[in-house]
């Protein structure tokens, strides 16, 4: 006998005897089973009503300073090769590279030759022109001298001439010699002017001779470090020829070049940062922008001073330069709350009311720059109800049920 069979007479069995007999056992048992179904829909219909649960924080608007960051580089304030400005053999000990010279220090000295006599014999004749002039001047003041007697000569030969005690001839020969002593006064002139320009030209002489002398010490223009070794000892050098390298390194420059699309947000006096591939932040201010671009690149040249009175900061090393701009309104935001739409650009998901709740919307954003406490993000209202968790799973218009918690600060 097979059991199969057995078993479903008897199950057919129990169905006929509750359909025909026990009626109210199975109506009882299917008003239980819709009962079941009816809650389970009620509580999609409510699940529904109230919205995808999220959470969110109302953000407030900050004012922060905007930047513009640069690359570029560390460079001297100053840095000059000190050269020759005469010939000579050089007979001072030299100097090596990194040694501190400040302003005024011997840097190389040369060997004076002959021209100490040449500025003995330039003095010399500064003396010899200079004791012209006295009997120049003595010159000068006999044929004045002359010249007054010769006048009063004239006046008195004219008198008596016309009186008749004196001939006409007498007064010719009277004014033959006035004229003879004002040409006298005249050569008197002409001989002190020729005294007086030999001692200008003398003093000339004698000045390029200490000039000349003055330039065998060629000394430091200003302070700063040695970037190579003094002239050698014995080493002739010529006119124009090195002596060394000197540079400055405090304060030293961050030079960077900044497109045109910013050049105008950036103002002399603008506070600076600066950060180097090692060493500590920088902190500076900017004191030249360019007025002009470069060809190739049509970028403007900017300039940030920043101290190093521990010279520590070298010349030529990278940097990344941020320099303040006016300052905007920001959210400060965790950087998962940042999200990009079907569009593919970057926002954040807001908490909106309507007529019939709360529902979620996108808003694109901009994003100033990142923080060790989240992203600071531009282009919000002053108040925003912003989705931090939950904002993948939900698109605008959809209802949502918001958790609020506290915002950044």
Do not use: W
Request: aromatic letters at 2%.
């Amino acid at each position: 006998m097979k059991l199969i069979p057995v078993v479903t007479a008897i199950l057919v069995a129990s169905f006929l005897y509750l359909l025909i007999i026990d009626r109210d056992r199975l109506q009882a048992i299917a008003q239980i089973e819709g009962a079941t179904e009816t809650g389970d829909q009620s509580e999609q219909t409510e699940a529904r009503v109230a919205g995808v649960g999220v959470v969110a924080v109302r953000s407030t608007a900050q004012e922060v300073d905007d930047a513009v960051v640069l690359r570029g580089r560390t460079e001297a304030a100053r840095q000059v090769e000190v050269r020759a400005e005469t010939a000579g053999r050089v007979i001072s000990e030299p100097l090596r590279k990194g040694a501190f010279v400040e302003t005024g220090d011997l840097l190389c000295e040369l060997d004076p030759g002959t021209r100490e006599i040449e500025l003995s014999e330039t003095k010399a004749r500064l003396s010899e022109a200079e004791s012209r002039v006295p009997t120049a001047q003595a010159t000068q003041a006999e044929a004045q001298a002359r010249l007054r007697e010769a006048e009063i000569n004239l006046s008195n030969a004219k008198r008596l001439s016309q009186g008749g005690y004196q001939s006409e001839t007498s007064v010719i020969s009277a004014e033959a010699a006035m004229e003879a002593a004002a040409a006298q006064v005249q050569s008197a002139a002409s001989g002190l002017v020729s005294a007086q320009a030999g001692i200008d030209a003398a003093r000339a002489a004698v000045a390029a001779a200490e000039r000349e002398i003055d330039k065998l010490s060629i000394r430091a223009p200003f302070d700063g470090l040695l970037e190579t070794d003094t002239a050698e000892l014995g080493l002739l050098m010529q006119t124009g020829a090195p002596c060394a390298t000197i540079v400055q390194l405090d304060p030293i420059k961050l030079v960077g070049f900044v497109p045109e699309v910013d050049v105008d947000k950036i103002r002399l006096g603008a506070r600076a940062r600066g950060r180097l591939a090692s060493g500590p932040p920088l902190a500076g201010e900017v004191r030249f922008v360019s007025r002009s671009a470069d060809e190739t690149t049509r970028t403007f040249r900017v300039e940030v001073v920043v101290p190093n009175a521990d010279l520590v900061i070298r010349d030529g090393q990278t940097a990344e330069i941020m320099i303040e701009t006016n300052g905007t309104q920001a959210h400060l935001l965790p950087q998962s709350a940042l999200t990009l739409d079907d569009e593919g650009r970057l926002g954040v998901r807001l908490v909106e009311g309507d007529a019939s709740g709360p529902v979620a919307r996108f808003a694109p954003v901009a994003l100033l720059r990142d923080t060790a406490q989240g992203v600071l993000v531009a282009g919000l209202e002053p108040e925003a109800a912003v989705i931090v968790v939950g904002q993948e799973y939900v698109t605008d218009g959809v209802r949502v049920s918001p958790n609020f918690r506290e915002a950044a600060q």
